[in-house]
């Protein structure tokens, strides 16, 4: 009988101790705020903070309402001066993967995604497992990615008692589509979004159609609610007075500006993050059928045809090929450059242009591209490229034109660009009615109820 007790006695203690060391080491439950307390939420996006505007939205709209914000991300550029000048905002980065785990083509993807995947996930864990405070009872997650923040977030809801709802932007497994083409791992990670997408307690979409595709495609039962992207309040239309300071203070504008203002040049301006989901060959081709016209038709009748001035925002693997090829170009009329903005500058930027440009295609064709919001905001037309959602947004012929060609974008610039067209300044006007439908008003409509807010 000793000899037994002895031989299990180990083992045993061994297990009591481990189980007790799990009890101690699990993160405390939700805890409801009391009445006279803010609730909490947290805002996760595994993704650059400074270049997430729609989750800074998000962030600034709960504070606005009375809640607080633990915003979670990593800390690369700077987010909005009045999202870290906001006292119920605090901002919680997560440490950034080792360079060598860089998953930019597909066989360092293949080999080291699950290392990044799993330096991602103990990351997250252990934030909001242990650093967050128990008060919040909410975690709003970007998707994509969804690897690993779908899997991390339900554990964590199981965990500590909170609600999850998902910001669809897109969905990750199509994202991942366009990187590895047909592989086996593209349909693993449609299934794991699909199953873990399913679980969350709210969904918020950025169209319709998308909202369709998880009920119909995906059986999401839990409520789905569409919640479109709309400019903040610092995207307005800018004065005459103010476009003109702006573009002779730019040092890319400034040698620009009096034939911007006059007319003889035409601003043009497309944002892109340089991914393969935007062709930029399509602007390319079609700035070059522009050049030819105004060459044309500025030898029979000099002056007639405005130059245009192409000023390209953001950063992006893609973007040092394509300026290359931008210099093998020999254009007379036409200008391209491409330029890096800060936040502040952005806005100002974007409502100085005459026509915006998007090259967005989207990998599910359910998605919208956010350049063509904040184009709005500022009451710009814009040049989109045609597919399933885009129509969602941009009404052709009436707040901007579609495109499925560099051939039809390059005619549609000589269309819009002709002096004898009055077709650009009716769809500014149409542009201009859409500065009406501002980020704060939707979401107040939509989202704040989902948080009791």
Known sequence: MMDSLEFWGTPLLFVSLSFSL????LPSRHVPPKKDEKPRIVVLVLGDIGRSPRMQYHALSIARKGGLVDLVGYDESSPRPELLENPNIKLCPLPPPPGFLRTDTPIR???????????????????LCYIIQPSAGYILLQNPPAIPTLAVTKLVGALR????????????????QLKLKEHPIVYFCKLYEMILGRSAYANFTVTD??????????????PIKTLYDRPPTHFTPLSPEERNEFLESHPVTARHASAITSGTTRFLISSTSWTADEDFSHLLGALLIYDRWASGANFLKPGSAPAILAVI????????????????LEFQYVTVESVWLESADYPKMVGCA?????LHTSTSGVDLPMKVVDLFGVGVPVAAF????ISELVKDGVNGIVFKTGEELGNAFVNLFNPASQQLKKLREGALKETENRWDENWDKIAAPVFGL
Request: net charge positive; aromatic share 14%; charged share 15%.
């Open 386 to 389: 045609e597919y399933l959602a």
């Open 209 to 222: 159609l998308m909202g369709l595709t998880l009920k119909n495609d995906w059986g999401v039962k839990t």
């Open 22 to 25: 799990f009890l101690l080491c």
């Open 109 to 127: 993807f293949i080999l080291f995604a699950p290392l990044k995947a799993l330096f991602q996930l103990t990351s997250m864990l252990y934030l």
């Open 161 to 176: 008692g909170m609600k999850i709802v998902i910001d669809w932007h897109n969905f990750g497994w199509s994202v991942l």
């Open 354 to 358: 005459d026509l915006g440009v998007s």
């Open 313 to 328: 925002t953001g950063k992006g693997q893609l973007r040092d090929g394509y300026m290359a090829r931008v210099k093998t």
